[in-house]
């Protein structure tokens, strides 16, 4: 059989492959026949394809398909079993959405025809598992989607999908792959080696904008930063840590799903903007969808609003009334770059020298309320998230990726490296945090990965599925779990909104309570991983340590089950 006599299916891969995807993650299904058949018609002719990674559950697939690219900033595919396999991962695709992960996610269409094309229906679940619409299923969380109508188009329609997930702001696309279509004979011809069709080159801010907004830095006496998201480009790590520093000014990282700054520096100001919103007279917000809660805090009137990112306004977002007087649009590197050197025409060298001693004495007092808080935690029984967290930090290496699904607290922990942080989607769809960590893992193979996750989140993960991915593709990470036995968001929202009603006066609140759960260490052990239960306090920082010798030198998963009461 010659090349121009091979499938669709070979062709799709073979393309994939050219265009720098590395890995597809996918669980399969009767739509896969033709992939199969190409993965080992690739290898018999020696043919460069993406690896195959295979996962149990589409939630793992694309969550560790989320995790690989938040590390690598490589486009990763993955593919699904058609309809039933779309509705899997419609979850994880609202986390990579809201988060501008780009993926090519992908699934199989139930065949079409009935009798008489070879790829047709064989099976009794091809007339059930067929949509009008499969797509409308995730629509509203991919930029672009579209159904492979031949052979013929096919590098056309490869190239816009990765050239639209990767123009900014990134994000998922969905491509579906009918089986009569990609069982089919490809086109005649090769396709060419580099794309014609190449991501748009990214925004720069306005100049007059940046001007207004020097203007405004210099008149400010307590200007404030707040940030969420700003580390997913690889220069605003540096390019923050630069700004922040040279002309004074506090930076509080809200809900950070990328760490924006590094624990130590002298301008960063913790994790919550509450107190500090109030008093600034200038805002400027670096990709944060929510940089606070209008309900708890607001800027004064008098204050100025600057929204900053590839899309200011969230546009995806239906409603969000954050103020925004001023807003500009770019990643956040070139916005610093370009404000820091208009900032430096304006006069301003000793108010920026007075507001930095204030800022120090403030910060000085702000982590030694921290400090002396886990302190007072240590002996506390059950365990404490922040004594956890506190004990967590000091064990990690110091470029240990990290992914937190909510239990560690940052407060209590340092990271002084960009990409070495990654928290959970602004999206919430629980159960991110244990395959993004194997994505992670998979993307840089030589740094220590570790999970930290809820007991809820852990059992969203399909953690079965999660443990047998970890071993079946030698991706040795530990895992902690945080074990309150209780939906803990569920309960403080209850009794936030109803702090003298019933349910507080509750022992047991409707819908909040988990126990009993079942032993997750051994779910880990199962999977040939190492587990242990933790309980007392004391034995945590021994215990961390003999997690972690195992996943380093025996090269085995490992979780730990921490006991921990409510915070």
């Not at 195959?52 to 593919?79: D, F, K, Q």
Request: net charge negative.
């Amino acid at each position: 059989m010659d090349e121009a006599s091979q499938s669709v299916a070979y062709a799709y891969l073979a393309l994939l492959a050219k265009r720098g995807v590395r890995f597809l993650f996918g669980n399969g299904g009767t739509d896969f026949a033709p992939i199969i058949e190409a993965y080992a018609v690739a290898a018999q002719k020696g043919v460069p394809v993406p690896q195959p990674i295979l996962a149990t559950h589409e939630n793992l697939a694309v969550s560790m398909a989320h995790g690989y690219a938040m590390v690598s900033r490589e486009i990763p595919a993955v593919m699904v079993h058609v309809s039933v396999g779309t509705a899997n991962m419609v979850c994880p695709a609202m986390n990579a959405a809201r988060e501008n992960v780009a993926i090519l996610l992908s699934a199989g269409r139930s065949p079409l025809t009935e009798s008489g094309i070879f790829g047709g229906r064989d099976g009794y679940i091809h007339w059930a598992q067929e949509m009008y619409d499969q797509a409308g299923l995730i629509r509203e969380f991919v930029k672009w989607d579209y159904e492979l109508r031949n052979g013929e188009q096919l590098e056309t329609v490869v190239d816009r999908a990765l050239a639209i997930a990767e123009s900014e702001p990134r994000g998922p696309v969905y491509l579906s792959l009918p089986r009569e279509v990609l069982a089919a004979p490809a086109a005649a011809g090769h396709a060419s080696t580099t794309s014609r069709l190449r991501p748009a080159a990214r925004a720069v801010p306005d100049n007059a904008a940046i001007e207004i907004a020097a203007e405004w830095f210099a008149e400010a006496e307590r200007p404030l930063i707040i940030a969420a998201n700003a580390g997913r480009d690889q220069g605003a790590f540096a390019a923050l840590d630069l700004f922040a520093e040279r002309f004074a000014i506090p930076v509080a990282q809200h809900k950070p799903r990328y760490l924006c700054l590094r624990t130590s520096h002298p301008m960063n100001f913790g994790y919550d903007p509450t107190a500090l919103v109030g008093d600034a007279d200038l805002v400027m917000v670096l990709e944060s969808d929510v940089p606070w809660f209008p309900s708890q805090a607001q800027p004064p009137a008098a204050a100025k609003v600057i929204q900053c990112g590839y899309d200011p306004l969230f546009t995806r977002i239906p409603i969000r009334g954050f103020f925004c007087d001023l807003g500009l649009i770019g990643g956040t590197d070139a916005i610093l770059s370009a404000l820091g050197n208009s900032l430096q025409q304006h006069s301003g060298a000793e108010r920026i020298r007075l507001r930095r001693d204030a800022l120090a004495k403030e910060r000085a007092a702000m982590t030694a309320r921290w400090q002396a808080a886990c302190s007072s935690l240590e002996t506390r029984s059950p365990l404490h998230p922040a004594y956890v967290s506190r004990c967590i930090s000091e064990a990690k290496d110091a470029d240990a990726i990290v992914v937190n699904e909510y239990t560690l607290q940052l407060e209590y922990s340092s990271f002084e490296q960009p990409d070495c942080y990654f928290g959970s989607s602004a999206a919430s769809g629980l159960g991110w945090g244990a395959g993004a960590i194997l994505g992670a893992k998979l993307a840089s193979p030589e740094r220590q990965a570790i999970a930290v996750l809820g007991d809820g989140a852990y059992l969203f993960s399909n953690p079965a599925a999660v443990h047998h991915a970890s071993a079946m593709h030698d991706l040795p990470v530990l895992f902690v779990v945080m074990n309150n036995s209780t939906w803990g968001a569920v309960r403080s929202s209850a009794l936030g909104m109803y702090p003298q009603g019933w349910a507080a006066k509750s022992n047991a609140p409707a819908f909040t309570s988990l126990a009993p759960l079942p032993a997750f260490e051994q779910i880990c052990a199962a999977a040939g991983g190492y587990g242990e239960r933790v309980e007392d306090g004391a034995e945590l920082p021994a215990a961390l340590q003999r997690a972690m010798h195992i996943v380093r030198h025996e090269r085995r998963q490992a979780l730990l089950n921490v006991i921990c009461g409510l915070n």
